[in-house]
């Protein structure tokens, strides 16, 4: 079963269903999940009717995520004649995540419908489709919802509710989520909470987004000064430079990323210039956020200077403020009205992104790809030619820099008139050692010490056991020693492991996508992936509930112990050692 799924070989689970085995027939169910072919429906189809509960259950799991309108009609029906109540919560369950991933919900009044008649994560996936639905859908129900994040009672369930109220006006709003973001309550429903203010914040709001700025917890002052800056509080010198710049904020990032938005008042963009060329803490992330500040205050800081960064060996967050800056500034004259015509603008261009382009760089090889999507064939044909792309690809490795040469394809169709292409995941090319996994036990432990303390997360090796085994392997070697978390956002996950530093790094080698039954909730650990099936040694750790990445995305473990200092980790924090344990 497990070489079938590693193979994604639908035909060979289909006929694993079969079994004479229940263990078998289950597993094969849920091997399917993972696998998510269309051709698998017929069999899984079949297995709603196995004597077994448990291969039932997997059956509607794995239908959920490939059903169409007529598979969805025959569950419905299947789902009345069911009388195992775990099983029917199954058949509710799968969907409503297919109808959800289809974009059936248009309005609150079914999703809350859902919401009532479920239980634990069922209820939080509910609240996760209310808070996506539409602007114009949550303020047709205002009334509704502002009604049901007050009388909501589960934190979880309450924290993903918040993020609905982000476009809703009004002083009922503001007071339900200014009581959220208070100290004493749950870190998970401050930062939904203080996330969502930074819409519209009227004078009450913004005092107390600033008090939030000097929050001990890392993730409550990045979701604030994301909030001030959203808001344009900051931008509009409303807020003194005393109150925002001072010695408490021992932490770099907290202090440039505050420097950086000081350019609403000519006093405060001075002062903030001063203090960022003067300011001597350093370190590749603190450098990185100090740089992208200068560049948001100090127009003085010249292309030359950002030129040479971009093409020196600095640490790779470096080069990407580099490129982000100078991306920004091109992207401006490529629409600034000027007394030369369209193409002449683009002939100007054109040099700046085909040397990034051809920099053998993949994470700016990425990241240019990512500006220029979504752009006109007319500009691309210039911006980014054929040659240029054949050079860029020569530079790549198809599977460790696999994300790029999934975005220099998708830029390529967009220049030629195409279609965007359809990504499948790499061809089998890590197989499972049976050896090795014998001698992994489910729930096996390791350590991961930071400065910040420790954190001990347990692997689920029986439902990903391909995810748990290579994780292992890169312990064992010793490969995350020394690296760093180069993502965090707040009251989502905090990300590291990447090889290059800057979230753009892979191993030469991919996974497959494994999904169990288990849902991504606080503590989840996943595998970051540019698309199915490729998943390599990026690893995450979730703040809080993510249901949108279920089914998704492979949840290979959780956190057992040091959830409080997962909280505390940002950008730049190191994994100083990761190492098994028991």
């Not at 450098?287 to 020196?312: C, I, P, W």
Request: glycine share 8%.
């Amino acid at each position: 079963m497990l070489e079938a799924q590693d193979h994604r070989d639908a035909e060979a689970l289909c006929t694993l269903l079969k079994d004479t085995s229940a263990t078998i027939r289950s597993a094969a169910a849920l091997a399917l999940a993972s696998v998510q072919d269309s051709l698998s429906a017929p069999c899984l189809l079949e297995a709603l009717g196995d004597p077994t509960a448990e291969v039932r259950m997997n059956a509607v799991f794995a239908l959920g995520f490939i059903a169409n309108d007529g598979i969805v009609d025959r569950m419905a029906e299947r789902s009345d004649q069911e009388r195992d109540s775990t099983v029917h919560r199954a058949y509710m369950s799968a969907m409503f995540v297919n109808l959800q991933r289809r974009g059936g919900f248009k309005d609150a009044t079914a999703i809350l419908q859902h919401m009532g008649r479920s239980h634990g994560h069922e209820r939080i996936r509910a609240a996760d489709a209310l808070r996506r639905l539409s602007p114009t859908a949550l303020l047709k129900d205002s009334t509704l919802v502002l009604q049901t994040v007050a009388s909501e009672k589960d934190t979880a369930v309450k924290a993903m509710l918040l993020r609905a109220l982000m476009h809703l006006p009004g002083k009922a709003r503001d007071s339900l989520l200014l009581d959220a973001g208070e100290r004493t309550r749950p870190l998970h429903l401050r930062v939904s909470a203080i996330s969502a203010l930074g819409f519209k914040p009227g004078a009450r709001v913004r005092d107390s987004l600033l008090a939030w700025v000097d929050d001990p917890v890392p993730a409550v002052r990045t979701a604030a000064i994301d909030a001030l800056h959203n808001g344009g509080v900051l931008s509009a010198g409303n807020a003194p430079w005393s109150m925002l710049v001072d010695e408490r904020w021992p932490d770099p990032m907290t202090r440039y990323r505050i420097q950086g938005l000081m350019a609403g008042t000519r006093e405060g963009r001075a002062k903030a210039i001063i203090a960022l060329r003067t300011d001597t803490t350093r370190g590749p992330y603190a450098e990185a956020e100090r740089v992208k500040a200068l560049t948001m205050v100090d127009d003085g800081y010249r292309d030359a200077a950002l030129e040479e960064l971009l093409y020196s060996d600095v640490h790779p967050a470096i080069r990407q403020v580099a490129f982000g800056a100078l991306a920004d500034r091109n992207q401006w004259l490529m629409v600034m009205p000027r007394a030369i015509s369209y193409d002449m603008q683009m002939e100007q261009a054109a040099p700046f992104w085909q040397r990034v382009f051809g920099s053998g760089d993949p994470g700016l090889i990425c990241a240019a790809a990512e500006r220029l999507a979504g752009g006109q064939a007319r500009e691309l044909r210039v911006l980014f030619p054929a040659k240029v792309e054949q050079q860029a690809r020569t530079a790549l490795h198809p599977l460790r820099e696999l994300e790029a040469v999934q975005l220099l394809d998708d830029l390529a169709a967009a220049r030629d008139g195409k279609a965007r292409p359809t990504h499948r995941g790499p061809a089998f090319n890590h197989p499972i050692d049976p050896v090795r996994l014998r001698a992994l036990k489910q729930g096996q432990r390791y350590r991961i010490t930071t400065g910040k303390g420790g954190v001990v997360i347990a692997t689920d090796v029986d439902e990903c056991p391909g995810s748990s085994l290579a994780f292992d392997s890169l312990v064992t070697a010793g490969y995350y020693n020394g690296k760093a978390f180069h993502r965090m956002v707040p009251n989502f996950v905090v990300q590291g492991g990447c090889p290059r530093g800057d979230g753009y790094g892979g191993m030469p080698w991919t996974l497959r996508t494994e999904i169990g039954r288990k849902p991504f909730t606080t503590g989840s650990v996943g595998l970051a992936s540019a698309g199915r099936d490729t998943e390599s040694c990026q690893f995450f750790i979730a703040h809080s509930a993510t249901p949108h990445l279920d089914g998704r995305y492979t949840r290979f473990g959780e956190v057992v112990s040091g959830m409080d200092v997962v909280w505390q980790l940002q950008v730049g924090d190191v994994m100083e050692k990761v190492e098994r344990i028991d």
